[in-house]
Nanobody, 125 residues
Framework: QVQLVESGGGLVQAGDSLRLSCAASGGTLSSYIMGWFRQAPGNEREFVAGISRRGSSISYADSVMGRFTIARDNAENTVYLQMSSLKSEDTGVYYC??????????????????WGQGTQVTVSS
């Protein structure tokens, strides 16, 4: 039902910041718990961050906690991932995902039924 499009990826240096955006269409963003996932070459797709429908509940992977911030603007049908203090280990394709399920925020990619096409984030060191 909902279509997701990520943007904001690019090539940055270690220590830099980057803000990813996920624009939703075909559905209201407030109907979905949103998640960010990433996939590095040769690795499985892993959970990065998730946010509840109203933004009151947030979950982060241990590897990004304190450096990344997830936020949503339901009025604009957009979810964001603010990434700071980027490391080479953060390199990968970042995906926006949506699920119509209830809390808690789930970390398994299989729990999300809607996905964007991904945006490449490359951190040089």
């Amino acid at each position: 039902q909902v279509q997701l499009v990520e943007s904001g990826g690019g090539l940055v240096q270690a220590g830099d910041s980057l803000r990813l955006s996920c624009a939703a269409s075909g559905g209201t963003l407030s109907s979905y718990i949103m998640g960010w996932f990433r996939q590095a070459p040769g690795n499985e797709r892993e959970f990065v961050a998730g946010i509840s429908r109203r933004g009151s509940s947030i979950s982060y992977a241990d590897s990004v906690m304190g450096r990344f911030t997830i936020a949503r603007d339901n009025a604009e049908n957009t979810v964001y991932l603010q990434m700071s203090s980027l490391k080479s280990e953060d390199t990968g394709v970042y995906y926006c995902a949506a699920t119509g399920s209830s809390l808690p925020i789930r970390r398994s990619a299989n729990s999300y039924g809607y996905w964007g096409q991904g945006t490449q984030v490359t951190v040089s060191s």
